[in-house]
């Protein structure tokens, strides 16, 4: 029979009655699996609060003082925009994920989160590894030093496919060679013979490569996962993290709509914009054609101003 | 009409279906008023999670190692003993809390919770002050630099608890003097006339005295709460946050009873020995009658010590 | 002789060799006391770290790959504006404040610092209050729910100064009544008469208001320094932790002069438009009249908007 | 030429005067690669404090009350033995750090320290990877579900070593490959030819194995620091992450030797007695002979009672 650390079955909790705030349309997706990459996933375990849980709190801190003036979507909407982040900290989700490690590497980054991952020194990690599709198989950028350009050639990546493949799953051959037998054999228990003394499960494990998937319970206050879906769910972050960002960001939607749509307004398409842009807008507003250059803004700067207002 | 703001009436919330972990017990606690002290409560506005929860987090992470070996309360003793804490952060609860403003300013050193509490800024603060119960009015102790000794004479007790209520409510007409007209006419907002020019909020507050009550939502998860019902549930706390510690533990208690009971046995009613007393220990164990003094045990340490296991 | 605890007089400590970074600008100012309101200080004690500091740690962060592309100065501006934000983390800062306690409570909401504070349990607190000056004493603002409008008449202020002064005085003369003797008696820990039996210190203290002066240590990057100035330097802030937070923001121009011009130009004077004002500026550079409420600006929004940009 | 973020090279950096407390015995270890494994290192690169700014911290805190009654030495003592932490965060280090990958992600679950680590977006990485010594590859253990056993025979050692050693000479080799050129070539940005046509470097990366070595600036104050050494450096952690606690504990020691010496006596070499411990100790103390299975000790915990008392 099949732990909860393996891969979940959907499989709908069955109900019982609570006193807590809930929200239906969340409720629909506990349990249920949000595929992501080729063996990744989300899955939701469980939330707490909702959007009226932050007009509750924020209430209690503006006091009578924002009684009547403000309806609940409004105030979600001031909040956010003037960045009064503590009620948003007052709403808890909690989802069980499948991700590479070297994107699982990223994510922990984010140090507000709970975590309680897989651990490689007591158990035996499976034969599950990322392998890029062909279609976003980038070369590296010229243009931005981090990031992806075009995609490579069939040929090319077809070549590199197989290098991946080959290496990890060899490794993953090896791993059970180190081990002493096979993964399936140990997780049952089963005895190996003499000849096949394995070493250390902590120590076997460092053959494999970050390409190979781990997995653990993560659990995020609303505040610090919208910063985490701004930061993660943007064009710069690498394609691998953005759609566990974009997963997260379907649930986040599902549980606090009004929050959902303030953060699109005041921070996923909002922008921050320099002293110098600040001058820059006021002076074209006045008709002027400004020397961005001499109000100091870098070339790559004057470069993001003029496609951001369509500027040529 | 009421606000959430105000102290709340005991109202026990529409039930709805959910697919969350829920704890029944905990669930007849919802929207329930624990008094603590004069003015001030505990009430249970939401909580994420169960004892379920823990061993739920805690096996994704030792996987299929623990797997079989240990029954959930077992494991959920083995945690909490090896202090493998991060299981414990995937439960939160969250609560409003009235509470003077000197215990206020203990509690939020907790910095690992979140809060939204009420602002002097915005709005008209409650006449509301804490007056110690003659029982607990305590002399300096001698023993201890920060605690209290014996309880005042009733002479004593009578001067001091006319000073504290007549300096509380004189402070709070003067505050309302200062706003320029009686706090109930300027939470309904009545016009006020000119010879009553009133100052800011946010300075006229500054004549109030810390024993002056506030109020906040305040959440924090369960390993963070333990921490804390450890540290201000302690004999040594002040006796005001110690009643709040009290309320505190008595919704864990509820909650989770497998992890409450681990704490008691493992924290609250444990001991950490240093190395010098772990030595004294074996050498009382041989039948020797070791030299206190010359292990490194200080003259405190020592007396704690043939206290603790009642050595005379 | 003085403890350190009191109010400090300016000495400079002796200096020895070092090879960490230094900030010779800085130097100058360790032991050096900033005076802040009637009676209050910041105090430089102790830093970690320069703009190099940052930079060396950006750069084993973006490797080789960051070489040569850009000057020091360059890579400080360009980690600020994109948010990077770790670097900043690599900078610390120790001071010692003295602080009314109603300030007290809004600057622990930082909860990355790290502080010591005096402790009205263990000690008995000094007879300093904080007296608004009349030129700081402003009326409720009617447009800004929480802030200070004009300043009151002078008839009003010596009214509200009489209150402030007399209820503070006549709150500590019984605060050492409570104590059972004067605070100079028993920090010199001279001997009471019996006719004069004390309570103890944690229940005297809750006497005295938010008004009276704490002090303490308080520890903090870099990074959340300068979240703290860009919150508290901000004109919708209370005055009084302004003036605080004016002095911090003093100190970390001479400590990081490269990191403080990007804070002053990414952060201070920048801002942040949303989805709807870059529809609207995108509208307005193309020489249209775009309707402001169509877009979904709320009327607040419309008036800051055309406020910041000189629209009438 | 070298970069920072290459392996350092030892070198005194010059000197300078400070007025900031100083360690000479610390400032010696600044710029000194302490080696850890076979390619791994800690180097001190900063630090904030000493013995004596605890002591300071904690004086404003506990005030006068604590003047005269105990002597520097003592406090700091008492202060760790009692658990009063926030003195301890007033200390801060820096080092820069290369570790295999499989450690980093053990160091960096240790939330309140701050990283700048080297990014394999950006760079390309070092051809180092972790291989361990035959004198530590030993089997899983059978008593400890995490650990590790008895050394495996030379023979199956060698065959391991080998399979590690060929695994990630080859992911490396591949690594390059889909790079497009040698790793020496793109970092001095040669060009390639067209039949090179490398990927992005975050792809290339994934599939290089766990053992590859990494490299970050890692900044953690002294109470954190404690905590992460009474972990890591404890016999159950994994012998990789052991060696590089250890290496930070020997800075501590040079750093802060009074608080090193308490924290041996009240937290490494100390012990936490559970309830029922301590009614078993003080049963023995009577000279009776205690069930402890009756008292409530889990097999486990009874065989570690009685090694850790000596009874039998």
């Given at each position: 029979?099949?732990?909860?650390?393996?891969?979940?079955?959907?499989?709908?909790?069955?109900?019982?009655?609570?006193?807590?705030?809930?929200?239906?349309?969340?409720?629909?997706?506990?349990?249920?699996?949000?595929?992501?990459?080729?063996?990744?996933?989300?899955?939701?375990?469980?939330?707490?609060?909702?959007?009226?849980?932050?007009?509750?709190?924020?209430?209690?801190?503006?006091?009578?003082?924002?009684?009547?003036?403000?309806?609940?979507?409004?105030?979600?909407?001031?909040?956010?925009?003037?960045?009064?982040?503590?009620?948003?900290?007052?709403?808890?989700?909690?989802?069980?994920?499948?991700?590479?490690?070297?994107?699982?590497?990223?994510?922990?980054?984010?140090?507000?989160?709970?975590?309680?991952?897989?651990?490689?020194?007591?158990?035996?990690?499976?034969?599950?590894?990322?392998?890029?599709?062909?279609?976003?198989?980038?070369?590296?950028?010229?243009?931005?030093?981090?990031?992806?350009?075009?995609?490579?050639?069939?040929?090319?990546?077809?070549?590199?496919?197989?290098?991946?493949?080959?290496?990890?799953?060899?490794?993953?051959?090896?791993?059970?060679?180190?081990?002493?037998?096979?993964?399936?054999?140990?997780?049952?228990?089963?005895?190996?013979?003499?000849?096949?003394?394995?070493?250390?499960?902590?120590?076997?494990?460092?053959?494999?490569?970050?390409?190979?998937y781990t997995q653990w319970y993560w659990k995020i206050d609303l505040h610090n996962l919208l910063r985490f879906i701004a930061l993660r769910a943007d064009p710069h972050a690498q394609y691998e993290i953005r759609v566990y960002a974009e997963a997260l960001a379907t649930l986040t939607r599902l549980w606090v709509p009004d929050v959902y749509e303030a953060f699109v307004d005041y921070r996923l398409e909002a922008?921050?914009?320099?002293?110098?842009?600040?001058?820059?807008?006021?002076?074209?507003?006045?008709?002027?054609?400004?020397?961005?250059?001499?109000?100091?803004?870098?070339?790559?700067?004057?470069?993001?101003?003029?496609?951001?207002?369509?500027?040529?």
């Open positions: 029979m099949k732990e909860s650390a393996d891969t979940p079955v959907d499989a709908a909790p069955a109900t019982a009655p609570t006193r807590r705030p809930t929200v239906p349309a969340l409720e629909e997706m506990i349990g249920v699996t949000l595929p992501v990459l080729d063996h990744g996933f989300v899955r939701l375990v469980d939330y707490m609060g909702d959007d009226q849980a932050i007009v509750q709190a924020a209430r209690v801190s503006y006091g009578r003082g924002t009684r009547r003036v403000r309806e609940d979507r409004g105030l979600i909407r001031y909040l956010l925009r003037h960045q009064h982040t503590t009620p948003f900290e007052m709403c808890e989700i909690k989802v069980h994920m499948k991700l590479p490690i070297f994107v699982a590497r990223q994510v922990i980054r984010t140090r507000l989160a709970s975590v309680n991952e897989y651990s490689g020194r007591y158990s035996v990690l499976d034969r599950e590894f990322y392998l890029p599709d062909p279609a976003v198989l980038g070369a590296q950028s010229a243009a931005n030093r981090q990031g992806r350009g075009d995609v490579v050639s069939p040929k090319r990546a077809a070549h590199v496919l197989d290098l991946l493949k080959g290496d990890a799953e060899r490794a993953y051959a090896h791993y059970e060679d180190m081990l002493g037998g096979s993964a399936e054999a140990l997780q049952t228990g089963e005895e190996r013979g003499e000849e096949h003394e394995g070493i250390a499960r902590e120590l076997a494990r460092i053959n494999l490569p970050v390409s190979f922008a921050g914009l320099s002293r110098m842009e600040l001058e820059a807008l006021r002076s074209l507003l006045r008709g002027e054609q400004p020397d961005l250059a001499a109000l100091g803004l870098s070339a790559r700067e004057q470069a993001e101003f003029k496609q951001r207002f369509g500027l040529i």
